[in-house]
């Protein structure tokens, strides 16, 4: 969640610099999109770890229930 909402500050304040120049050089361009993309992996590494966590202990929660189940006579 915290690195969503710091993508999206990101992305605020590279508007707000855009909206007001009226030419940028293209090194401030790629330099700043670079940025940006490097905020969209960790955005996408922090999901696909949540995911990960989540089906883990899915898979432990299935595994005991059936340990659970075979037990009982």
Do not use: W
């Not at 905020?39 to 590494?45: E, H, K, N, S, Y």
């Amino acid at each position: 969640m915290q690195a969503a909402a710091e993508r999206q500050l990101a992305v605020a304040a590279l508007q707000k610099k855009y909206e007001t120049s009226e030419s940028v050089p293209t090194e401030h361009l790629v330099s700043d999109m670079k940025e940006l993309l490097a905020t969209d992996r960790i955005v996408l590494d922090a999901i696909i770890t949540l995911f990960e966590t989540l089906g883990r202990g899915e898979r432990e929660r299935v595994v005991t229930t059936a340990a659970k189940e075979a037990s009982v006579p």
